[in-house]
């Protein structure tokens, strides 16, 4: 499977932006999708996961009710909404795939990654 993450920018903060995350390749199997960010100087943390059917979401903390993951499996393609972006949420953001139904919180049990899309949100 291979993934392509678009859509990131340069924003203020209280603006939204809409990530896509486009899967190819082989797409016949079940998977989940995660999204991941990565600040400057900081480990890759966790956003928020979607399972493969779309009826299961989990987010971190720090996003919930400001982002929304949802997933078009007509499109293969999975998206990260996010609303009243604050300069905290300045990162490198990720999609990542699975080979399961069912997500995970952990960068170590996805085995496909996309490129990254930077996302920068100034005060």
């Known amino acids: 499977v291979q993934l392509q993450a678009s859509g990131g920018g340069s924003v203020q903060a209280g603006d939204s932006l809409r990530l896509s995350c486009a899967a190819s390749?082989?797409?016949?199997?079940?998977?989940?999708v995660a999204w991941f960010r990565q600040a400057p100087g900081k480990e890759r943390e966790f956003v928020a996961a979607i399972t493969w059917s779309g009826g299961g979401t989990y987010y971190a903390t720090s996003v919930k009710g400001r982002f929304t993951i949802s997933r078009d499996n007509t499109k293969n393609t999975v998206y990260l909404q996010m609303n009243s972006l604050k300069p905290e949420d300045t990162a490198v953001y990720y999609c990542?795939?699975?080979?399961?139904?069912?997500?995970?919180?952990?960068?170590?049990?996805?085995?496909?990654w996309g490129q990254g899309t930077q996302v920068t949100v100034s005060s």
């Open positions: 990542a795939a699975r080979n399961f139904a069912w997500y995970s919180v952990f960068v170590r049990d996805y085995e496909y």
């Open positions: 390749g082989r797409t016949d199997s079940m998977y989940a």
